[in-house]
């Protein structure tokens, strides 16, 4: 009887353990990256930008802080802004990807700059670029390479 007792008893704590253990999971936010291209430098240029849009379909806002690529000696974030009337590039911390919203990275306004590149960007090869946001989560995008568009 006793035994019949503790197995009644053990079902019940065994769900209610599940239940707890499941509530100290990290949420992991899964962003969704689309349309992600690298441009082909120019003749004798060793600098490239990167561009892609990111959706964050999540409950809480992600903070991109860093790129990375094999292809690449570095990789940094950038923006254009205007200083003066001059429009002007310059290094970022960071991109914020709102909850629930879309982050597009594009000429004239966020990209990635990317230097020296260690093999030749042929139209159309897939180059692979690591994106780390603040918390550690990293995701692997594979962006297209395109030409330049001419005005």
Request: proline share 5%; no cysteine.
């Amino acid at each position: 009887m006793r035994a019949v007792q503790h197995q009644e008893l053990a079902m019940p704590l065994f769900f209610a353990l599940i239940i707890l253990l499941n509530s100290f999971v990290v949420d992991a936010t899964e962003l969704e990256f689309s349309n992600a291209t690298v441009r082909q430098p120019l003749p004798g240029k060793s600098l490239s930008a990167g561009y892609f849009s990111v959706s964050n379909p999540g409950v809480n806002n992600i903070q991109l802080v860093a790129a990375s690529s094999d292809w690449f000696e570095r990789v940094e974030l950038h923006q254009h802004s205007m200083h003066n009337g001059m429009m002007r590039m310059e290094k970022v911390e960071s991109f914020q990807v709102q909850a629930g919203e879309q982050l597009h990275l594009q000429p004239g306004g966020l990209h990635l700059m990317l230097f020296k590149p260690k093999y030749e960007l042929t139209l159309g090869a897939k180059v692979p670029i690591q994106i780390r946001a603040a918390d550690g989560q990293q995701w692997q995008i594979s962006a297209v390479v395109t030409r330049i568009p001419t005005q």
